[in-house]
């Protein structure tokens, strides 16, 4: 075994372990993360294989496949973060939403609308539907 | 001024009595992003009427608050910017909460004209449509006013709309807008900027909504020219709008 391929089957199970972390409650996640390893570890003990499966797929060399493969994948996660960060923008535009609700100000509550409007601006909700039964009109 | 002549007399030539009409449960919608300068002067008009406005504040860096406080508006503010669609889709549940009956969004810098508000009621209330629409191109007087650049630009954006949403309208991109309140609970809005005026009408047709335009007169001043969206950002909204079609 060289030097090289030590450290990259270091880094690939350090990978795996922390990547099995992050998708905690995930079995799918997981399991496609362990048969990774398994396949990039045998990958790298015998790297002529990559080359065959490169010639079975009309490319000439492992190692060039091996690139296609990971620019495939980097724009795959990158599709995915996006995607998670726009869910979280989403959640984040909720919560605002809920405290900006709650925190609602009226100013000048208790003074009667002016002019044209006799509407008292806080008629509670549960009356609302008395209210808009066409009834005297409003003075204009 | 006789453009205000003019709208006045349209208004009673389409025989809207204004006073026939119940208004407790009409809820005018602002959203308002550093809009101080003339958030005032909009609200100020919208008050002679006898609406409940509820102004969103989109996390402002300005003084709209203190413009405010001598309104009788229902303030809200996001703590932070959000965007046109996310400030409007706060303002219309917020509304919903307090009963509203029909939900007006209405533009802060100005450009929209109050008194036209009833126009966009009056479809919904007879119960000819759910959701309206302004349009600046449905008669030959507000057409003029839009100018020409912005006119061809817009024409893209109808294109574009349909593209996105299957409705074929005359306008697009347009602030000014009525729903009854079935329509309002059935439609919410997941783009935060200014997508949301193309997203609002792919709810509309996924929800089959009747919809309808009315012509309404948009004053363009100096400052809602220096404020508004520049042209390039129109390339934003098509891109944010390709994204979501993709990844959802």
Known sequence: MTSIQLLLITLTLLGVMFGSFVFRSRLLYRSLAVLFAIAACWFILFPDLTTKIANVLGVRRGADLLLYLSVLAGIHGFLLLYWRTRRLEEKLTEIIRAITIRNAQEFKADQPRSKEGDLNSRVPAHELSEVNQPGPNPQR | ?248
């Open chain 2, 1 to 248: 001024m006789p453009s205000r002549t003019h709208i006045l007399l349209t208004e009673s030539l389409i025989a809207i009595e204004p006073s026939k009409m119940d208004h407790y449960g009409i809820f005018v919608v602002i959203p308002s992003y550093n809009e101080a300068e003339v958030v005032g002067h909009t609200v100020a008009e919208l008050e002679r009427y006898p609406f409940t406005i509820v102004v969103v504040d989109d996390g402002s860096r300005d003084a709209t608050r203190e413009c405010l406080s001598n309104t009788s508006v229902r303030y809200l503010r996001h703590c932070t910017n959000l965007g046109a669609g996310a400030a409007t889709q706060t303002g219309t549940e917020y509304a919903l909460a307090q009963g509203a009956q029909y939900i007006v969004h209405f533009d802060a810098d100005g450009q929209h004209d109050a008194a036209q508000i009833y126009r966009l009621i009056e479809p919904i209330r007879s119960g000819e449509a759910e959701v309206v629409l302004g349009s600046r191109f449905l008669s030959d007087n507000d057409r003029k006013l839009v100018p020409f650049g912005k006119r061809l630009l817009l024409k893209g954006g109808v294109i574009v709309s349909w593209i996105f949403s299957g409705l074929w309208l005359t306008d697009t991109h347009v602030g000014f807008r009525a729903l009854s309140r079935a329509a309002a609970q059935k439609i919410k809005l997941t783009q935060d900027g200014y997508a949301h005026c193309t997203e609002i009408l792919e709810l509309i047709r996924k929800a089959k909504l009747r919809c309808r335009e009315v012509p309404v007169t948009v004053r363009y001043s100096e400052y809602s020219r220096k404020k508004g969206q520049k042209p390039l950002n129109s390339v934003n909204i098509v891109a944010d709008l390709i994204l979501r079609k993709l990844y959802r």
